[in-house]
């Protein structure tokens, strides 16, 4: 499954850059997001808990930054099972951030996503239409989180690897 997409956010490329690279905000615009740990600067990993069509499930996965060329582009590999039915997932993802206006950015996403097992076996409408709905729902988390920091001016300018 591919997702693709374009947000606006009120907020200058280097503090949407840096809420991106700090794990723990980040990781908390995903729904269902659990006991989220630093494995090492550039990988993360825990656990989410997901419904797809009937099947409740946690899924334990580990984040890693492929690459990162700061505040322009950072792509990600995340891979996880699933507790109940231990499918496997692989999902490969690009952010790329460009200026938008005087003070927004740009924010261009893609997702490949990789379900082998019986949550793949469920189809491709369904897990369509689940991933659909938490990328929804994270851009809004994102949108509201990182824009609520650039109103304060309450960012770590770290600009972290790249």
């Known amino acids: 499954m591919n997702y693709q997409g374009n947000v606006s956010l009120a ?35 825990g656990t989410m808990q997901a419904k797809v069509g009937p099947i409740a499930s946690s899924f334990a996965f580990e984040a890693r930054i492929v690459d990162a060329e700061a505040p322009v582009k950072l792509t990600a590999r995340v891979e996880g099972t699933d507790s109940l039915t231990k499918s496997m997932m692989v999902s490969d993802i690009t952010m790329q951030l460009a200026p938008d206006g005087a003070a927004g950015t740009a924010l261009a996403y893609q997702s490949k996503v990789n379900i082998k097992g019986r949550l793949g076996i469920l189809g491709d409408m369904v897990l ?9 729902e994270f851009l809004n988390r994102l949108r509201e989180r990182v824009e609520a920091d650039a109103a304060a001016g309450a960012w770590g300018g770290t600009h972290g690897p790249g």
């Not at 200058?12 to 989220?36: I, M, N, T």
């Not at 369509?128 to 929804?136: D, F, H, N, S």
């Open 11 to 45: 907020a200058p490329p280097l503090v949407v850059w840096d809420f991106v690279l700090d794990v723990d905000r980040f990781a908390s615009c995903f729904p269902g997001v659990e006991d989220l740990r630093r494995v090492d600067e550039e990988t993360f990993a």
């Open 128 to 136: 369509r239409a689940t991933g659909a709905q938490v990328i929804e």
